[in-house]
């Protein structure tokens, strides 16, 4: 199954940058393009990529009160590049990052409690970027049915999403009953699989109430505007990276890059590719292309060369330098971890040798 999953995935990766790609635009005019960025571009627009970088880190530190901004940047940095290059790599993400939690001495409860509301918050957030998007485009007169249905279906999602976290914050009995819910569903699925079933699932939902009530209380500002502007600084980039290469406010609005922004994020949610990798390019290019065919601008051979050298500039810089970051940054968990590890069996090894030694003089005083 997996060596099935894993050859499906390349296969599309294969076909979106072999085949589909050049065929809107070819590599030596995209190259073309991005050669002409001056350097003062290419460091403004990699200087909002690092940014975005750390605003994650601060949602990160927001969910887990005492975690260190920099232990933040290695968990995140080492999940993020787990995640995005293998096929379902979320799974092994998290085991990742629990461990590296571990190793830092937060308990299980409290990592838990990170990783599923800033995954909530997320989702919300995912959810809700193209229904504040499409009523930006309704203001402006230029929202279109192909991206009126998919907003609806989100709004759908994320009312159904927000009442049934609300619920379960509200009440005992409702956390309960939705926790035995997903159990039934859990059990289903790992019953497929040949795994044995799960009988806890409301107790825990009880418990993950209290802990989540807990921690919102005290943190769901820091929560949720580091969640907002991690998003948002994610948005500047791709902005950033159409403005240099050129394509106008004329050819495509702020806010219609928003709303292709918005639909590529929901759609990077789908575990299709790694990190929605040939996925979220080819929804960007096209949703682009969508927003500003027919603008007055440059003629649509260079139109296309520019959103697609913005496109993979924009993907190069969120998505390719993550993965060399990231295992940058779990090389240095692991050295850390291995001196914290080696500095704290010395002092054992000391207290032997002490003891040896004073036992020593004492036989030999005596």
Request: aromatic share 8%.
């Amino acid at each position: 199954m997996k060596r099935i999953r894993l050859s499906l995935s390349v296969g599309i990766i294969v076909a979106i940058f072999a085949l589909i790609i050049p065929k809107i635009a070819s590599y030596g005019s995209v190259l073309s393009t991005v050669s002409r960025l001056t350097v003062l571009q290419l460091l403004t627009v990699l200087g909002a990529m690092l940014f975005s970088m750390v605003t994650f880190w601060w949602q990160m530190q927001a969910a887990l009160p005492g975690l260190t901004l920099g232990q933040a940047a290695l968990t995140n940095q080492t999940g993020t590049t787990i995640s995005n290059i293998i096929p379902g790599g979320g799974v092994v993400a998290v085991g990742v990052v629990v461990k590296m939690f571990r190793s830092w001495g937060f308990s299980r409860s409290a990592i838990s409690l990170q990783i599923s509301t800033s995954g909530i918050w997320n989702c919300f957030l995912k959810l809700g970027l193209p229904i504040a998007a499409l009523a930006l485009l309704g203001m402006t007169g230029r929202a279109t049915a192909a991206q009126v249905i998919p907003a609806l279906i989100g709004l759908f999602i994320l009312i159904g999403g927000i009442l049934l976290f609300a619920l379960a914050l509200w009440k005992q009995q409702f956390a309960r009953a939705i926790g035995h819910a997903f159990g039934v569903v859990l059990c289903s699925v790992r019953r497929v699989i040949h795994k044995p079933p799960v009988s806890t699932c409301g107790e825990r939902a009880v418990g993950f109430r209290e802990n989540t009530l807990t921690l919102v209380r005290k943190r769901w500002p820091a929560l949720t505007a580091s969640t907002i502007v991690s998003h948002i600084a994610l948005f500047a980039v791709l902005l950033m990276c159409l403005r240099f290469v050129g394509v106008m406010p004329t050819q495509v609005t702020g806010v219609q890059v928003l709303a292709v922004f918005a639909f590529a994020r929901l759609l990077s949610a789908a575990p299709i590719t790694p990190g929605g990798v040939g996925v979220v390019e080819l929804a960007l290019i096209g949703g682009l292309y969508a927003a500003g065919h027919g603008h007055p601008g440059a003629s649509p051979a260079v139109f296309k060369a520019q959103i697609t050298a913005a496109t993979l500039l924009f993907r190069t810089l969120t998505y390719g330098l993550q993965i060399p970051i990231g295992g940058f940054t779990y090389i240095v968990w692991r050295h850390n971890l291995r001196r914290r590890t080696a500095y704290a069996e010395r002092p054992s090894v000391q207290r032997v040798l002490v003891g040896v030694s004073g036992r020593a003089d004492r036989r030999e005083s005596a």
